[in-house]
């Protein structure tokens, strides 16, 4: 499955921001996406997953409240809606699928999941 972000920019605090992430090759029912980050000079960090398998759900405990993910099944499609954005929100985002299996899912451990996209910069500044 091969994934592209879009709908990163400059925002001021308090703003809202919509990503998506549109997926080709496959069909998403047989994946949990994920939306990740990483700021200058940390590690990613799994901000919320999805998968309609299951229903599973996920957010960071510092999006809770503020950001919702949901998919379109109709253009497979992804998205990370944001509100209230802050500062420390700033940084690259990215998506990533994860195949179903018989484990649990990884997500939001980076390193279980097995397509990415190239991000898109999402920057909170006044």
């Known amino acids: 499955v091969q994934l592209v972000e879009s709908g990163g920019g400059l925002v001021q605090p308090g703003g809202s921001l919509r990503l998506s992430c549109a997926a080709s090759?496959?069909?998403?029912?047989?994946?949990?996406i994920g939306w990740f980050r990483q700021a200058p000079g940390k590690e990613y960090e799994g901000v919320s997953c999805?998968?309609?398998?299951?229903?599973?759900?996920y957010y960071a405990d510092s999006v809770k409240g503020r950001f919702t993910i949901s998919r379109d099944n109709s253009n497979n499609t992804v998205y990370l809606q944001m509100n209230n954005l802050k500062p420390e929100d700033t940084a690259v985002y990215y998506c990533?699928?994860?195949?179903?299996?018989?484990?649990?899912?990884?997500?939001?451990?980076?390193?279980?999941?097995?397509?990415w996209g190239k991000g898109t910069l999402v920057t909170v500044s006044s």
């Open positions: 090759g496959s069909t998403l029912d047989y994946y949990a």
């Open positions: 990533a699928a994860e195949i179903a299996s018989d484990s649990s899912w990884s997500c939001p451990r980076w390193y279980g999941m097995d397509f």
């Open positions: 999805f998968s309609d398998r299951d229903g599973f759900t």
